[in-house]
């Protein structure tokens, strides 16, 4: 098996193949020249290939064979279409057979090997697909952390540390990226992980019950208490209780809130006894608690009694390599509970996927992600599912370039590269990817233009 993806250059004409060999040299890829198709045939039958280049008219075997055959033998690989007799009607028909692309005789050294190193990309992203597509069948439709970036591999060190000691933790993050699913991990992994694990969002329950859903009642504390009740720390004791968007307790349970946290100790409502419990206290905030702290709205000292330990929860766009991975999670869960013979998504799906910003974060990929099955009619996810914010990215990227001043095509490369790499925070890998080109030709670029990163 080939260390390098495998170009196949299927072209009878000697020098013109000689020509696209020379093109195509110093690309991240094996390049395999063949003089006539039925070579092609053989090779492609008995190995993984990229991407095969074939002019479109030759003996025998004509480049529209070659075509269907490569898509037959393996779906993922990429057919470019080479004439020197282009039509509409055969540029149409060619695509329409599944082709990547199609060039005519004679052309730009520049568009032929920019559009080789488009195929090779889309390859990577269609296999890399379907690579994540197998590994979600082992996950279970239960409660996990999807993530294997750098940004996850620390969260999830945190919460092994924190699940080891039994002590407070401040889970931090934007709306949606997961903070209760890392408060249950916690819970899962420390010694209390057979008592009760009890959440409670403080912004939810107005702020008159809360205290009793909280901390319970004694018979006659109000109009209505008819019996005594006992409140969730009670229900968690021995256990963990997650206090979701702490910020939004008023200082007065903010107050009851540290007396637990000092010393394990409550008073129910109407009660003159202190209770004890045993519970082990995680609280969430989407919030920046300093900033509450200095407008004298939460409790300093409640702050730093809750922070012995600070994980926090990077925004989806911030781990965009994750996104993958948690979208064919979301598609096999979800085609399970649906029913539904669902099992990936479009390249093009992917690309857009990975190229929207996330402002609900990994909720709101969940989202799309069921809309897109319950509207998807095959087995596999299109852009026509997608909501118009997503499906619309590349357009809009598109029409942008339209409102520019006239540059020369080096200004316009160096500006995109710019931008997206300053976008992906310096992700090379992630920066070709959405570029449309190979790591290594970014490198070259970012090299040839002296681009500071």
Same mark, same amino acid.
């Given at each position: 098996m080939?260390a390098?993806?495998?170009?196949?250059?299927?072209?009878?004409?000697?020098?013109?193949?000689?020509?696209?060999v020379n093109?195509?040299?110093?690309i991240?890829?094996t390049?395999?020249p063949?003089?006539?198709?039925?070579e092609s045939?053989?090779f492609?039958?008995?190995n993984?290939? +990229?991407?095969?280049v074939?002019?479109?008219?030759?003996?025998?075997?004509? @480049?529209?064979?070659?075509?269907d055959? $490569? &898509? #037959?033998?393996?779906?993922?690989t990429?057919?470019i279409?080479?004439t020197?007799?282009?039509?509409v009607?055969?540029a149409v028909?060619?695509?329409?057979?599944?082709?990547?692309?199609y060039i005519?005789?004679p052309?730009?050294?520049v568009e032929?090997?920019?559009?080789v190193?488009?195929?090779l990309?889309?390859?990577?992203?269609?296999?890399e697909?379907?690579?994540?597509?197998?590994?979600?069948?082992?996950f279970?439709?239960g409660?996990?952390?999807?993530?294997r970036?750098?940004?996850?591999?620390e969260?999830?060190?945190?919460?092994?540390?924190? +699940?080891a000691?039994?002590?407070?933790v401040?889970?931090?993050?934007?709306s @949606?990226?997961?903070k209760?699913?890392? $408060? &249950? #991990?916690?819970?899962?992994?420390?010694?209390?992980?057979?008592?009760?694990?009890?959440a409670?969002?403080c912004?939810?329950i107005?702020?008159?019950?809360i205290?009793s859903e909280?901390?319970?009642y004694?018979?006659?504390?109000?109009?209505g208490?008819?019996?005594?009740?006992p409140?969730?720390?009670?229900?968690a004791?021995?256990?963990?209780?997650?206090l979701?968007?702490?910020?939004?307790?008023s200082l007065s349970?903010?107050a009851k809130?540290?007396?637990?946290?000092?010393?394990?100790?409550f008073?129910?409502?109407g009660d003159?006894?202190?209770?004890?419990v045993?519970?082990?206290?995680?609280?969430a905030?989407n919030?920046?608690?300093?900033?509450l702290?200095?407008?004298?709205?939460?409790r300093?000292?409640?702050?730093?009694r809750l922070?012995?330990?600070?994980?926090h929860?990077?925004a989806?766009?911030?781990r965009?390599?994750?996104?993958?991975?948690?979208?064919?999670?979301?598609?096999?869960k979800?085609?399970k509970?649906?029913n539904k013979?669902?099992?990936?998504?479009?390249?093009q799906?992917?690309?857009?996927?990975m190229?929207h910003d996330?402002?609900g974060?990994?909720?709101?990929?969940?989202?799309v992600?069921?809309?897109?099955l319950?509207?998807?009619q095959g087995?596999v996810i299109?852009e026509?599912?997608?909501?118009?914010?997503i499906?619309?990215?590349?357009?809009?990227s598109?029409?942008?370039i339209?409102?520019?001043?006239?540059?020369?095509?080096e200004?316009?490369?160096?500006?995109?590269?710019?931008?997206?790499?300053?976008?992906?925070?310096?992700?090379?890998?992630l920066c070709?990817?959405?570029l449309?080109?190979?790591?290594?030709t970014?490198?070259?670029?970012?090299?040839r233009?002296?681009?500071?990163?």
């Amino acid at each position: 098996m080939n260390a390098q993806p495998v170009v196949v250059i299927t072209e009878d004409d000697e020098v013109m193949r000689e020509l696209v060999v020379n093109v195509l040299q110093g690309i991240d890829a094996t390049v395999i020249p063949m003089e006539s198709s039925q070579e092609s045939l053989d090779f492609i039958e008995n190995n993984e290939v +990229a991407v095969v280049v074939t002019d479109l008219r030759m003996p025998r075997i004509d @480049g529209m064979k070659v075509l269907d055959f $490569a &898509r #037959q033998k393996n779906p993922l690989t990429q057919v470019i279409l080479m004439t020197g007799h282009a039509t509409v009607e055969s540029a149409v028909q060619s695509l329409k057979a599944g082709a990547f692309d199609y060039i005519c005789k004679p052309f730009e050294n520049v568009e032929l090997r920019h559009t080789v190193e488009r195929a090779l990309s889309h390859w990577n992203l269609s296999r890399e697909n379907m690579r994540l597509r197998e590994e979600n069948k082992v996950f279970a439709e239960g409660d996990v952390i999807i993530g294997r970036s750098a940004a996850m591999d620390e969260v999830h060190r945190l919460i092994d540390a924190a +699940a080891a000691y039994d002590c407070s933790v401040l889970i931090t993050g934007e709306s @949606g990226t997961g903070k209760e699913l890392v $408060a &249950r #991990q916690i819970h899962l992994k420390s010694p209390r992980r057979d008592n009760s694990f009890v959440a409670i969002n403080c912004a939810a329950i107005p702020e008159q019950i809360i205290e009793s859903e909280l901390f319970g009642y004694q018979k006659g504390a109000f109009t209505g208490a008819e019996r005594a009740k006992p409140g969730l720390f009670e229900t968690a004791n021995g256990g963990t209780i997650f206090l979701d968007e702490v910020n939004n307790a008023s200082l007065s349970l903010q107050a009851k809130l540290l007396r637990v946290l000092q010393d394990a100790t409550f008073y129910r409502l109407g009660d003159t006894e202190p209770r004890h419990v045993n519970v082990r206290v995680l609280a969430a905030t989407n919030r920046d608690v300093p900033g509450l702290i200095a407008q004298e709205t939460f409790r300093e000292d409640l702050y730093y009694r809750l922070r012995v330990i600070e994980i926090h929860i990077p925004a989806l766009r911030d781990r965009r390599d994750d996104v993958p991975l948690l979208a064919n999670y979301f598609i096999s869960k979800y085609a399970k509970r649906f029913n539904k013979p669902v099992d990936g998504m479009s390249t093009q799906v992917l690309g857009a996927l990975m190229r929207h910003d996330w402002p609900g974060n990994v909720r709101e990929l969940e989202n799309v992600i069921q809309r897109a099955l319950i509207l998807c009619q095959g087995k596999v996810i299109d852009e026509g599912v997608l909501p118009p914010e997503i499906s619309r990215g590349t357009e809009l990227s598109v029409r942008a370039i339209d409102h520019m001043q006239p540059q020369t095509l080096e200004e316009v490369e160096v500006y995109f590269i710019r931008k997206t790499l300053r976008e992906t925070n310096g992700d090379r890998a992630l920066c070709a990817e959405i570029l449309g080109i190979d790591k290594s030709t970014l490198w070259r670029k970012i090299k040839r233009y002296s681009i500071e990163e």
